[in-house]
């Protein structure tokens, strides 16, 4: 589904992916983990389209298709979702009016029929609630007044409504309680493991995984991908720490 | 009155287009509207063919004024407000002016607390794109016996161009010593961080910006007997600069 071939990546002038190479199978739930400014974030950002971060060399497709000559927008109807580490609050524009002018503006984009407002809304309603959401903070400006949990929730919700073939979840994780925690992986486990899907998760801790079960699991230290493994490589790393198992 | 033109050394014509207002010289009276005790008065305001709006308005005891004003067409536009407050009055301003091209775009308001416990609420905000200029000079005056006034003064400017000019001038004259007069202003351009997100789920960049610029603007018009004609008026225009 995403393969991901010698990527080096700067933000600025300084390099921060050095050459990263991996790739995601349709069904495959893989885990990157890593130090701090390893490059986690800005892989993230690279694959989304964020402007400033800038592609050297290397190359991305996704479903055969060369990601990188495509606009974040045209990425996101490809069906690529970038959960975001720090979700970011739209003064004005309600949770609901955001996400039905981005849901058709993807099926728009794929030449698919827009939903009404009365189909959305009960696509809304459904992913709001088995992610433990008011219908009232969704009609709320996005992330506006919520907590760190509510938007990482948000995102989740966000991502059940897009329904994407690809999610980047970058510390979905951080800043949720233990039982938001549970909500949101299980809510990662409902949305996207399916065997047509693939999830690209970014996480600093191996807690998330307790929930998500991941079947690949990364180590990325200074812009590359140093070591892959399965789950037990995550425990292994929570153990020992990175610069043992980074070197 | 047989007044000449003004020029740039007048303030409150500092920054007009000298020459479209010399084509319009001399300009008829302002509109004098007079709104007794205890009454209430609303007006709407859609400046889009490039004119001059002059009012005077003297708000009566206990009386309320709303003024809604959409400052959006030709070269030059220019809406000038001068409203007097007596004892308990309420006035309450919402305007958007938004400009595009080399628009030359102003609101002019002077709203004086002359007696007591009157109230002014003023809330303005302007989009300017290319070379547009749009200028915002907004003064409250309190005289001396106007204690317990309570006046407050939003002012907010988004520029889409590094080329676009906004001029803002938010001015407080107070001879009284019990009084609240609240003001702001910002200018600023419009979040890049928020235009990715927008994005990232899918909404193309014009229609992203178009969503964040409504947002901006929303709120405004709330109240207003045309609102709905407003809000279509702006986001029509709003959808030619994005």
Redesign the interface.
Known sequence: MLQITNLHANVGDKPILKGLTLSLNAGEIHAIMGPNGAGKSTLGYVL????GYEVTEGSVTFNGNDLLAL???E???AGLF?G?QY???????SNV???R???N??RK?RSEAPLSGAEFLKVAREQAGALGMDMDMLKR?VNVGFSGGEKKRNEMV?MGI?NPALAILDETDSGLDIDALRTVGDGINRIMRKPDKAVLLITHYQRLLDYVKPDFVHVLADGRITRTGGAELALELERDGYKELAA | MNRSAPTRHDEAWRYSDISAVEAAWPLAAPESIIVPAGGNFARTILQDTGSIHQLDIAVGKGATTAIHVLNIGGDYGRVELNVTLHEGADFKLGAVQIGGGTQNLEIITTVTHAEPKATSSQIVRSVLAGTATGTYLGKVAVARDAQLTDSVQSVKAMLLDRSATANAKPELEIYADDVKCAHGCAIGEL????L??????????A??KK??L???V??VFEGAADEDILIEAALKKLGELV
């Open positions: 989304s389209g964020r402007p606009e974040p927008h990425r996101a109807a970038l975001f979700p970011v609050e739209i003064p004005g524009v009016q955001f996400l002018e981005a849901l503006a993807q984009n400006p966000q897009i | 979040d890049a961080m928020g990715f997100y927008l994005q990232a789920r899918g909404i193309a960049p229609d992203a969503l964040m409504q947002a901006f929303a709120g």
